[in-house]
T-cell receptor, first 109, second 116 residues
Framework: GQNIDQPTEMTATEGAIVQINCTYQ??????LFWYQQHAGEAPTFLSY??LDGLEEKGRFSSFLSRSKGYSYLLLKELQMKDSASYLC??????????WGAGTKLIIKP | GAVVSQHPSWVICKSGTSVKIECRSL??????MFWYRQFPKQSLMLMAT?????????EQGVEKDKFLINHASLTLSTLTVTSAHPEDSSFYIC????????????FGDGTRLSIL
């Protein structure tokens, strides 16, 4: 079957760094997307990885290891507005995104 | 970045009413759009894939006659919830883009549907 495993909730301090891990199992693989979703809002695209390694985009970076079925999202210099859910969504052999429940990140002052 | 517009943002109506939700891609053509439903604190659930000029592809367990999808142009897809009941109350979100390669799906702002 296909599934995603992310921590349900994480807490971090403003200004700090947090790493959100994701392990996945899919039928085929065509890359992995990370999305941010604030409460009551639609998801917004953050990053995409298809090859192993780290992709950096400002305060956010995303890492992929295809052999391990593992990805992480790294958020630096955390701000209060980063409080949101973070969704790891791999793309399967049909280019369909597989969605888990995401990780709710709580930022404290 | 790509912009997807979804309308209306909020709908409150009586049980038995049919509700139409529109999803537009504003700055690109979308041969494929996706319709999702999300209950509180749960993951996005794909309801159907909307294909321009052809019938939508529904996920298992989603009633085709209940959730009517029309994708009449490359920039517009509509979802009609027919004879809505309280259990249909949810957050409905459309997306466009994606497909093959690195292009992400871009989401509309969602429609919060409340059936009384």
């Amino acid at each position: 079957g296909q599934n995603i495993d992310q921590p349900t909730e994480m807490t971090a301090t403003e200004g700090a760094i947090v790493q959100i891990n994701c392990t996945y199992q899919t039928s085929g693989f065509n890359g992995l997307f990370w999305y941010q979703q604030h409460a009551g809002e639609a998801p917004t695209f953050l990053s995409y990885n298809v090859l192993d390694g780290l992709e950096e985009k400002g305060r956010f970076s995303s890492f992929l290891s295809r052999s391990k079925g593992y990805s992480y999202l790294l958020l630096k210099e955390l701000q209060m507005k980063d409080s949101a859910s973070y969704l790891c969504a791999p793309s399967d052999s049909n280019y369909q995104l597989i969605w888990g429940a995401g990780t709710k990140l709580i930022i404290k002052p | 970045g790509a912009v997807v517009s979804q309308h209306p943002s909020w709908v409150i109506c009586k049980s038995g009413t049919s509700v139409k939700i529109e999803c537009r891609s504003l700055d690109f053509q979308a041969t494929t759009m996706f319709w999702y439903r999300q209950f509180p604190k749960q993951s996005l659930m794909l309801m159907a894939t909307s294909n321009e000029g052809s019938k939508a592809t529904y996920e298992q367990g989603v009633e085709k006659d209940k959730f009517l999808i029309n994708h009449a142009s490359l920039t517009l897809s509509t979802l009609t919830v027919t004879s809505a009941h309280p259990e249909d109350s949810s957050f409905y979100i459309c997306s466009a883009g994606g497909g093959q390669g690195s292009q992400p799906q871009h989401f509309g702002d969602g429609t919060r549907l409340s059936i009384l």
